[in-house]
């Protein structure tokens, strides 16, 4: 079966930094998309950035200039470099895969990590 865990999250004080990492493990197909979104208390959940197999990356405009999503396709292995970290990005933050396109839209993923905590202080 398909296994997501996700590591790296903590607490850290605005503009610090903090990498995610997240593997997959029991994906049968070489093309396929990955993701982090992140959820606060009583908000949607939202898409953080995403990429695929062929290093196509998607964005919020949030965390754009801020955050870096990368993969290592052989070792089915997802990082988030998060840089400059802000109050409101404290959150629980999800890694998720799905087929291609890659999209920010969480309908579209299928596997989901358990979350990870990141907080951010003030």
């Known amino acids: 079966q398909v296994q997501v865990v996700e590591s790296g999250g903590g607490l850290v004080q605005a503009g610090g930094s903090l990498r995610l990492s997240c593997t997959v493990s029991g994906l049968t197909s070489d093309d396929y998309a990955m993701g982090w979104f992140r959820q606060a208390p009583g908000q949607e959940r939202e898409g953080v950035a995403a990429?695929?197999?062929?290093?196509?990356?998607l964005y919020s405009n949030s965390v754009q200039h801020r955050f870096v999503i990368s993969l290592d396709n052989a070792r089915n292995t997802l990082y988030l470099q998060m840089n400059n970290l802000r109050p409101e990005g404290t959150a629980m933050y999800y890694c998720g895969s799905s087929l291609p396109p890659v999209t920010l839209r969480y309908p579209d993923y299928g596997y989901w990590g358990r979350g990870i905590q990141v907080t951010v202080s003030s």
């Open positions: 990429i695929d197999s062929d290093g196509k990356t």
